[in-house]
Every structure is written in structure tokens, then in C-alpha cells.
């Protein structure tokens, strides 16, 4: 049995999350939720060997701990945004406000901080190209400690699938 602990412990308000014990059935549940968010809790409860009761309270403790979240996930294009791109950012300094106001934007859909040739990775959703280059140009390289960004626009999505389980 693994115990969830530390990042996942600390929400942004502050306040400690709860911990999270992720056995086999929790893994099931959150494997069978990746399958299908919809899935009810009276089918997850008899493929996992619990109540629906059950079922309901783990899945509202791994949503508490921020384990899990469960979202409908959206073609871009098909609800008009005509732009994904992903920018690379170089920081000089603490890379953390650059990221925590990254995190802040709209528009930014994913935030990463890594090693190698960027400090941190933003996906980006926008309407359009203009909408890109004002979000870049005025927000994004405007922030303090931002030395340099290089932006990759996205051509085609060729696969987006959230389905990788909990190995």
C-alpha cells in the first residue's frame, strides 16, 4: 500500500490536503474513472467489491487530496480555439512566482517546471494567432525573471488520451 504524501498535501489556499491511501482498489477506481469519468458509482462499487457508499467517499477523498480530478476534456478546435502552443521559458532567479503567475493565466493550461534547456513549460490555449501574440508579447515575457521564451505552435494534436492508469 503507498500513502500519498507531500506536493498533493498542500492546496493553494494554504491549507494541508488530506492523505490519501492509494491501494489496489483505490488504483481500480481511479483506472475505471480514466476509462469513463461518467461511470456510476454503483457500477465502479461492484467491479471493486464495495458499497456505493464506499465508492463515493474514496472517490471524494482522492478528489480532496488533489489524487485525481474528473473533467470533460475538449477538442480545442471544436469549441473555438484556433491556437495551442507550448512555450519554453528561461528564468533567471527563483523559478517559482514565474510558474505560480503562469498558473494564474487563463489562457495557460498546463505548467511545469523542468531541467534541461527550459526552467519551465507552459501549454498555452488561445483564440488566435493575435490572441498568442498578446498573451506572449505583453503577459508571458513581461514577467519578472523571464529572460527568454521560445514558443512551439501546435499544427495538429495527434493524441491526447489521459488513460494511463496508475501502473
Same mark, same amino acid.
Given at each position: 500500500? *503507498?500513502?500519498? !504524501? ?5 492546496? +493553494?489556499?494554504?491549507? !494541508?490536503?488530506?492523505? @490519501? /491511501?492509494?491501494?489496489? @482498489?483505490s488504483k481500480t477506481i481511479i483506472e475505471l474513472l480514466q476509462?469513463? $469519468?461518467?461511470? +456510476? ?5 461492484? %467491479? @471493486?467489491?464495495? +458499497?456505493?457508499?464506499?465508492? !463515493? %467517499?474514496?472517490? %471524494? !477523498? ?7 480530478? #474528473?473533467?470533460?476534456? *475538449? ?6 480555439? %484556433?491556437?495551442?502552443?507550448?512555450? $519554453?521559458?528561461?528564468? +533567471? $532567479?527563483? #523559478? =517559482? ?10 489562457? @495557460?493550461?498546463?505548467?511545469? *517546471? *523542468? ?12 483564440? /488566435?494567432? /493575435? ?5 506572449? =508579447? =505583453?503577459?508571458i515575457r513581461a514577467l519578472p525573471g523571464v529572460t527568454a521564451?521560445?514558443?512551439?505552435v501546435y499544427l495538429k494534436l495527434n493524441k491526447q488520451l489521459? /488513460?494511463? $492508469?496508475?501502473?
Open positions: 500500500m *503507498t500513502t500519498i !504524501r507531500g506536493v498533493a498535501n498542500n492546496g +493553494s489556499d494554504g491549507h !494541508r490536503k488530506p492523505s @490519501v /491511501n492509494l491501494d489496489e @482498489v476509462h469513463d $469519468g461518467r461511470k +456510476s458509482y454503483a457500477s465502479i462499487a461492484q %467491479q @471493486v467489491g464495495l +458499497s456505493e457508499a464506499a465508492v !463515493r %467517499q474514496r472517490v %471524494q !477523498r482522492l478528489l480532496d487530496a488533489d489524487v485525481m480530478q #474528473i473533467v470533460a476534456v *475538449t477538442d480545442p478546435l471544436q469549441v473555438g480555439f %484556433q491556437r495551442q502552443a507550448m512555450v $519554453g521559458l528561461r528564468v +533567471s $532567479g527563483d #523559478i =517559482t512566482p514565474v510558474a505560480d503567475a503562469l498558473s494564474g493565466m487563463e489562457e @495557460v493550461a498546463y505548467v511545469v *517546471t *523542468t531541467a534541461g534547456s527550459f526552467d519551465v513549460l507552459a501549454e498555452v490555449v488561445c483564440e /488566435n494567432d /493575435n490572441h498568442l501574440l498578446e498573451l506572449l =508579447t =505583453t503577459r521564451t521560445e514558443t512551439f489521459y /488513460n494511463w $492508469g496508475t501502473r
